[in-house]
T-cell receptor
């Protein structure tokens, strides 16, 4: 079964608005990562947050991690049409952190 | 660096044929991963290698699937014989050592088995 489950499955917003995507997982993790996939392309790493971190920022991205609730959120501020893509959370489990388990992804559409 | 290179980008074959997918990881990366992506099942890890040695092949669906990494710069994923349900996009990814490293994905091979 999937370790990471994203929510919502699809999100449509207007350019300039913020997009919030959530991810829940089941087991203890070493780190959690977010990836983006444009249509017909491979996945691209966006940001990594370690299990002992609560929040990280990278440009317009903000990710939070709540290990007590086994959940993470990705916030994209001031969205652009170019942010239209699928977004995946991926977890590296404690004791098996060489590999990642991916969720099914969130489809984000940003309308110009 | 050119990034992770996969070939072919598209493959159309008939049921029963052998299919070989190829991957060249980023130079210096110690880990190589093979994934399969479908609408129904999402992104699934098939197998991964560390220093050319297969570490976890629990995701390989059947004996029809096999993967090799003869050296640090080349890996293959073979399906023999292929079936229509193998149709998917197959990704190769690589990363360096350490516990907090991102994976770098190739562009994928879109496989269609008729």
């Amino acid at each position: 079964s999937q370790q990471g489950e994203e929510d919502p499955q699809a999100l449509s917003i207007q350019e300039g608005e913020n997009a919030t995507m959530n991810c829940s997982y089941k087991t203890s993790i070493n780190n959690l990562q977010w990836y983006r996939q444009n249509s017909g392309r491979g996945l691209v790493h966006l940001i990594l947050i370690r299990s002992n971190e609560r929040e990280k920022h990278s440009g317009r991205l903000r990710v939070t991690l709540d290990t007590s609730k086994k959940s993470s959120s990705l916030l994209i501020t001031a969205s652009r049409a170019a942010d239209t893509a699928s977004y995946f959370c991926a977890t590296a489990q404690t004791g098996a952190n060489s590999k990642l388990t991916f969720g099914k992804g969130i489809t984000l559409s940003v309308r110009p | 660096d050119a990034g992770v290179i996969q070939s072919p980008r598209h493959e159309v074959t008939e049921m029963g044929q052998e299919v070989t997918l190829r991957c060249k990881p980023i130079s210096g990366h110690d880990y190589l991963f093979w994934y399969r992506q479908t609408m129904m099942r999402g992104l699934e890890l098939l197998i991964y290698f560390n220093n050319n040695v297969p570490i976890d092949d629990s995701g390989m669906p059947e004996d029809r699937f096999s993967a090799k990494m003869p050296n640090a710069s080349f890996s293959t994923l073979k399906i023999q014989p292929s079936e229509p349900r193998d149709s998917a996009v197959y990704f190769c990814a690589s990363r360096g050592q350490g516990g907090y490293n991102e994976q770098f994905f190739g562009p994928g091979t879109r496989l269609t088995v008729l």
